[in-house]
């Protein structure tokens, strides 16, 4: 069973910047598929970014594209989401994912993924 723990979420101004860290347990974790999505009220759980087990291809969305960056230290058991330029539209509830085992490309399905944190707000004032 692997068990994921997001932090970093809060309350931020339009143009300001969050780190979200999610920490992972497992002694494989470095041969996990990790991604980060987020859900907003009324919409659908979306991916915003994902990473590959070794860290070497990366998935973005659109929106966040230029904004957000996903990186994952194996060391550590943690994959972080950067989040720049922030706007309103990024206010939402975001969660980590894991799947325990290792893709060469990156995950971007919300049900390919075994593991979910319990999630961390995001809240982008104007």
């Known amino acids: 069973q692997v068990q994921l723990v997001e932090s970093g979420g809060g309350l931020v101004q339009a143009g300001g910047s969050l780190r979200l860290s999610c920490a992972a347990s497992g002694r494989t974790f470095s041969s996990y598929s990790m991604g980060w999505f987020r859900q907003a009220p009324g919409k659908e759980r979306e991916c915003v970014e994902a990473i590959n087990w070794r860290g070497e291809i990366t998935y973005y969305a659109e929106s966040v594209k230029g904004r957000f960056a996903i990186s994952r230290d194996n060391a550590k058991n943690t994959v972080y989401l950067q989040m720049n330029s922030l706007k309103p539209e990024d206010t939402a509830v975001y969660y980590c994912?894991?799947?325990?085992?290792?893709?060469?490309?990156?995950?971007?399905?919300?049900?390919?993924?075994?593991?979910w944190g319990q999630g961390t707000q995001v809240t982008v004032t104007s």
């Open positions: 994912a894991a799947r325990s085992r290792a893709y060469y490309y990156t995950l971007t399905g919300a049900n390919e993924y075994e593991y």
